[in-house]
């Protein structure tokens, strides 16, 4: 089961995640020794408890920050049409810290997010996550927006409710910007996220999830700022 919080802890978590913008450390809570965090599952029960709340339409995805256990949390929740939070606030604090690892494609093609997903393990390997990489031309990342009918098409494939793994990648763009600005871009990077439903049998004899089906990867998010 999911870790509901209070509006109040929600606040505090996004304050602090705010506090960081301008900070000019590594992230090192997206490292354990020599792996890095690669995302986060949510389980499906918990989806389904999410996505099946009368007038739903959207689930959010907002970033916050724990100073007092040192983690990088991710809170979800629901709203109705109008933009009123109709669900709980599902806080979680992401633990999928391993080794490169790939996954068929969904509404992303598997060339596309091969890319995002390297970007992002090149970076984390080599300690170079920091708050630039959470920024767009919109202002520092708070989360992003999914609509509920799109991320639904992730579990037509299913016969029992997956997991949803939410996977962090990299977006490599060029910003917009003069004549004279463009020659000397290199490209910026900024923080995405994946969704892929996943099916398993359990666990091998040494306690890894193994894996039976993957439903590829879905990014039809909206950033917040500006889409908040």
């Avoid at 996004?14 to 965090?37: T, V």
């Avoid at 724990?66 to 599902?90: M, R």
């Avoid at 994946?194 to 950033?223: H, K, T």
């Amino acid at each position: 089961m999911p870790k509901f919080i209070s509006d109040e802890v929600f606040a505090k978590w996004a304050a602090q995640w705010q506090a960081l913008e301008h900070s000019r450390e590594p992230f090192g809570f997206f490292n354990l020794g020599s792996k890095l965090l690669l995302g986060d599952f949510f389980d499906g029960n918990d989806f389904e408890t999410l996505v099946s709340t009368p007038g739903i339409s959207t689930i959010k995805v907002r970033f916050g920050f724990d100073t007092e256990e040192t983690k990088f949390k991710l809170v979800l929740f629901g709203v109705d049409s109008a933009g009123q939070i109709i669900t709980p606030y599902y806080a979680h604090a992401p633990g999928d810290f391993r080794e490169a690892g790939d996954g068929p494609g969904g509404n992303v093609p598997d060339v596309l997010a091969r890319q995002w997903i390297k970007y992002w393990e090149e970076k984390g390997h080599a300690g170079e996550i920091t708050s630039p990489l959470f920024r767009t031309q919109y202002g520092f990342l708070n989360g992003y927006n999914y609509p509920v009918k799109e991320l639904l098409a992730a579990l037509f494939r299913f016969e029992k409710m997956p997991k949803i793994y939410i996977r962090f990648v990299l977006h490599r763009y060029f910003p917009a910007a003069g004549e004279a600005v463009q020659k000397e871009l290199t490209g910026s990077y900024s923080f995405g996220l994946l969704f892929q439903g996943i099916a398993n049998r359990g666990s091998d004899n040494s306690g890894a999830l193994s894996l039976e089906e993957e439903s590829g990867y879905y990014d039809l998010s909206a950033p917040c700022p500006r889409t908040c």
